[in-house]
């Protein structure tokens, strides 16, 4: 069936499975108050999360994106050799070399010798990776793609600073993508990146900056953000933004049926639901047990959202977030 929301400009793509992975420890925002010496809800109120999920320091970051790509094959019955390409879509790499992909296969189900490489564009990483995928199916180059974004964000959370310390969690997602028949795909897709606030959100070290012979310190290996400042910027392009990827796909926002946001403060969303007037019947927010899961916070909301009803066949849905950079990214589908 042809949906009305179809044109000649879509781009053949299909999402035919979901799967997410979460480290075993859950970290109550109550136990946060009791860690910092801050009163009972405290956490709660700052940060708008109930709870989050934390690994442990020696818990394996490639592990957590195997068991969400095993997820996503597992709730579909897909055999896992018929993947021919892992894309890993995560914000912050296992080591500086080989790519993350390498390590997430060595211990995953694929078979020997699928070929995988990075997408890193932070936040946003997994819209990045989806139109990567929808250019080589539609190129014929592969058939099945498993994307998986995984992020290990306690690892970098500096404790003394507040403002950042309390918002993040840690997890893993999977989607599995085919070109499909036609039918569904990618109606529009947009990214900017305004790189004069590329110092507002960071980690220093990691690269050839920030090293034992260009000098370093511990805390340049922690995530360091200028929040207001960010917020505020973010919040002064997102509305034009939007205007324009919405005119892209040739639809209004109320033709869109869910939007799948980056998770990145209770902020971030209350500004989606009253300044952008997206309802909370149509906007996915998982923030309040997950926190922002980085990288991985998109593909969750993304798997929220198909187990639970909202990404259905012909009704059109928004992947929206900002990224340190500054970075934002969207894309229209049709499911």
């Known amino acids: 069936m042809k949906s009305p929301f179809s044109s000649p400009a879509l781009l053949p793509l299909k999402i035919i499975a979901t799967g997410v992975a979460l480290p075993p420890n859950r970290v109550e ?69 080989p790519c993350t992909a390498v390590h997430i296969l060595k211990v995953s189900q694929l078979a020997p010798g699928t070929p995988g490489f990075d997408i890193n564009s932070s936040c946003v990483s997994f819209i990045s990776a989806l139109q990567v995928a929808a250019g080589l199916l539609n190129a014929g ?87 207001k400042q960010l917020f505020r910027q973010a919040s002064a392009l997102i509305e034009d933004y939007l205007a324009r990827l919405l005119g892209a796909s040739g639809l209004t926002l109320e033709q869109i049926a869910t939007v799948v946001p980056h998770q990145a403060s209770h902020l971030s969303l209350e500004h989606m639901r009253r300044r952008l007037n997206v309802s909370s019947s149509v906007l996915v927010d998982i ?26 066949r012909a009704e059109p849905a928004m992947l929206i977030g900002t990224a340190a950079g500054l970075s934002l990214a969207g894309m229209v589908l049709l499911p």
């Not at 946060?32 to 818990?59: M, Q, W």
């Not at 500096?158 to 989607?175: M, Y």
């Open 141 to 227: 180059t592969y058939r099945r793609i498993a994307i998986v974004s995984a992020d290990l964000a306690s690892r970098g959370i500096d404790w003394d600073d507040e403002e950042s310390s309390l918002i993040f969690g840690d997890g893993a997602a999977c989607a599995i993508v085919e070109r499909g028949d036609g039918t569904s795909g990618i109606l529009a897709s947009l990214v900017e990146t305004h790189p004069q606030g590329s110092e507002l959100c960071e980690i220093r070290a990691g690269g050839t900056r920030r090293n034992p012979r260009a000098g370093m310190t511990d805390r340049d290996f922690l995530f360091q953000m200028r929040g």
């Open 29 to 97: 925002s109550v136990d946060l108050d009791r860690l910092l010496n801050k009163p009972e809800g405290y956490v709660e109120k700052r940060s708008g999360i109930i709870y989050r999920y934390h690994a442990s320091d020696d818990a394996s970051q490639a592990e957590l994106a195997a068991a969400a790509l095993h997820d996503a094959l597992d709730r579909q019955g897909i055999d896992a050799a018929s993947i021919d390409l892992l894309i890993s879509a995560s914000a912050i790499s296992v080591q500086a070399l």
């Open 287 to 312: 923030y309040r047990y997950h926190g922002n899961q980085v990288a991985a916070s998109i593909p969750t909301a993304l798997h929220a959202a198909v187990i639970s009803g909202r990404f259905n």
